[in-house]
């Protein structure tokens, strides 16, 4: 009877503190305005800090001009060695920062849609609260799986969920705690690539930080989506001076790259 007593006042701890962090994580306490530090022109970078309980936890982010750089996806198959992390990938392919990418399977297979160079690597998974994000002309376009089609001039696309910012706004989203990586796009056509450090959030909370403006302190992102976050969510960037290598120890199956146009 008193350990059952101990085990049941132990359970009734453990709601308590996820209810906590759940309540800091909807209250994110924005700066007053964003301030971006530019690395090279059409790219800069930002931190974002905030959450109480997490005096550790961070979200960085980089804003892309895509009239200067272009993206591509890199794959961990098919290369002379193995090369399983967001960071090998970066540096195997000349780029300047790249962020993990869709989900996968165990045996390291794309599931959803990639596109590479204009040409399908995967075909696209018909699962109803996943989106695409594609670049088309050159512009970046977020759209729901079922909405997609195959258009001409189509040099990249990854295929994931959920859609986290639709047209300005946020959808419902289910509750629970992770580290997460999205992709996202401005009103002016800006690419927004995001990572949370050693920060878990809710996607809702990601959410809002993204949608929320750059002058209230957050992403300014009208339209966002959610990659493949947990023990996923990755980054890397070596420019310049600056250098930024977010880890994990989980192998990915590819990952979105940032290249400059020649």
């Given at each position: 009877?008193?350990i059952?007593?101990?085990?049941?006042?132990?359970?009734?701890?453990?709601?308590?503190?996820?209810?906590?962090?759940?309540?800091?994580?909807?209250?994110?306490?924005?700066?007053?305005?964003?301030?971006?530090?530019s690395?090279?022109?059409?790219?800069?970078?930002?931190?974002?800090?905030?959450?109480?309980?997490?005096?550790?936890?961070?979200?960085?982010?980089?804003?892309?001009?895509?009239?200067?750089?272009?993206?591509?996806?890199?794959?961990?198959?098919?290369?002379?060695?193995?090369?399983l992390?967001?960071?090998?990938?970066?540096m195997?392919?000349?780029a300047v920062?790249?962020?993990?990418?869709?989900?996968?399977?165990?045996g390291?297979?794309?599931?959803?849609?990639r596109?590479?160079?204009?040409?399908q690597?995967?075909?696209?998974?018909?699962?109803?609260?996943?989106?695409?994000?594609?670049?088309?002309?050159?512009?970046?376009?977020?759209?729901?799986?079922?909405?997609?089609?195959?258009?001409?001039?189509?040099?990249?696309?990854?295929?994931s969920?959920?859609?986290?910012?639709?047209?300005?706004?946020?959808?419902?989203?289910?509750?629970?705690?992770?580290?997460?990586?999205?992709?996202?796009?401005?009103?002016?056509?800006?690419?927004?690539?995001?990572?949370?450090?050693?920060?878990?959030?809710?996607?809702?909370?990601?959410?809002?930080?993204?949608?929320t403006?750059?002058?209230?302190g957050?992403?300014?992102?009208?339209?966002?989506?959610?990659?493949?976050?947990?023990?996923?969510?990755?980054i890397y960037?070596?420019?310049?001076?600056?250098?930024?290598?977010?880890?994990?120890?989980?192998?990915?199956?590819?990952?979105?790259?940032?290249?400059?146009?020649?």
């Amino acid at each position: 009877m008193y350990i059952k007593k101990i085990l049941h006042y132990l359970e009734k701890r453990k709601i308590i503190i996820f209810c906590l962090l759940s309540i800091a994580c909807c209250n994110f306490a924005f700066a007053a305005v964003t301030t971006w530090q530019s690395l090279l022109p059409g790219l800069a970078y930002t931190q974002l800090y905030a959450i109480p309980g997490f005096p550790l936890g961070a979200i960085h982010a980089f804003k892309i001009d895509l009239k200067y750089f272009h993206l591509q996806m890199a794959f961990t198959e098919n290369t002379v060695r193995p090369l399983l992390i967001v960071k090998d990938l970066v540096m195997s392919n000349n780029a300047v920062l790249g962020i993990n990418g869709g989900f996968f399977s165990p045996g390291l297979e794309p599931i959803g849609l990639r596109i590479k160079d204009g040409q399908q690597v995967s075909p696209i998974k018909h699962i109803s609260w996943w989106g695409v994000f594609y670049i088309k002309n050159d512009k970046p376009f977020i759209v729901s799986q079922k909405n997609f089609k195959t258009y001409n001039n189509i040099s990249f696309a990854v295929e994931s969920g959920p859609r986290l910012v639709i047209n300005g706004r946020i959808p419902s989203l289910k509750p629970g705690l992770s580290f997460r990586s999205a992709l996202g796009i401005t009103a002016n056509n800006n690419l927004i690539i995001a990572v949370t450090d050693r920060l878990p959030i809710s996607t809702k909370t990601f959410a809002h930080i993204l949608q929320t403006p750059e002058a209230d302190g957050g992403l300014g992102c009208i339209n966002a989506l959610n990659l493949d976050g947990g023990s996923s969510s990755q980054i890397y960037a070596q420019i310049g001076f600056f250098n930024l290598d977010l880890p994990s120890l989980s192998p990915i199956a590819d990952a979105v790259l940032v290249l400059p146009n020649s």
